[in-house]
């Protein structure tokens, strides 16, 4: 037996190339190779169990040629095993079939919105300086940070930060109220400007609501120089 066709797939990204669309019998036209219409394979009434079959995104045709991939611009085709499983023993007693077979197949984009981002902060300290710029070690303090997909999975991506300044003044140990942003002070706010990188999105379709430049605020301290 030889697999003639098979139901394209296509799935929105999620981080990894399994298929995650349920298979059916009627995804896979057989054929027995006679010219008459299938005539031997009709008569037996032999169909595929496609729950025993599982399929990866990829690219490549061939088994020496596949390669399984989650990314979008890469997938051109799904890899299917388990085929003999799938036409069962009894069959396979009169009939063989290949146990891979390929079709075509594609993952779309997923979408994300600003709310996806998540950054949490080390609170901000240093030492006095005279000015608002939290500085070269505004990095340091970046706890972690991820981008929530819609199936709940957290993926990483790259970013730098454009700038991270106090811009609230906080209070003195005494509970006053500080004079200026920059002095010395507790209970202060500081913002980060965190530009995303694009390559990091190579599989995602950003959506209006994300700016070139996300902003997220943390808190902060100015201690004595």
Same mark, same amino acid.
């Given at each position: ?52 079959? #599982?399929?990866? &995104?990829?690219?490549?045709? =061939?088994?020496? !040629?596949?390669? +399984? ?5 890469? @997938?051109? *085709? ?84 454009? #700038?991270?300044? &106090?811009?609230?003044?906080? =209070?003195?140990? !005494?509970?006053? +109220? ?5 002095? @010395?002070? *507790? ?39």
């Amino acid at each position: 037996l030889t697999v003639t066709t098979i139901t394209p797939q296509t799935k929105v990204y999620d981080g990894n190339s399994d298929l995650k669309s349920s298979l059916t019998a009627g995804d896979f036209a057989l054929s027995d190779g006679t010219t008459t219409g299938n005539a031997v394979l009709s008569k037996d009434g032999i169909t595929l169990d496609a729950s025993k079959i #599982s399929g990866h &995104y990829g690219a490549g045709n =061939t088994d020496a !040629a596949f390669k +399984a991939s989650p990314n979008v611009q890469e @997938v051109k *085709t799904v890899g299917y095993s388990g085929l003999q499983k799938a036409l069962g023993d009894a069959a396979l007693a009169n009939y063989t079939i290949s146990d891979t077979a390929y079709g075509t197949g594609s993952i779309t984009p997923a979408t994300i919105t600003a709310q996806a981002f998540h950054f949490s902060f080390d609170d901000v300290s240093r030492e006095y300086d005279a000015t608002e710029k939290v500085g070269a070690a505004a990095d340091t303090f970046v706890r972690n940070h991820y981008v929530l997909l819609s199936d709940g999975t957290k993926s990483d991506f790259n970013y730098s930060i454009n #700038s991270a300044d &106090y811009i609230s003044a906080g =209070t003195t140990s !005494a509970g006053t +109220a500080v004079a200026a942003i920059k002095d @010395v002070g *507790t209970q202060k706010t500081v913002s980060y400007k965190i530009a995303v990188d694009p390559v990091s999105f190579a599989n995602y379709n950003l959506d209006s609501s994300v700016s070139n430049v996300l902003t997220f605020t943390t808190a902060g301290a100015d201690t004595i120089k």
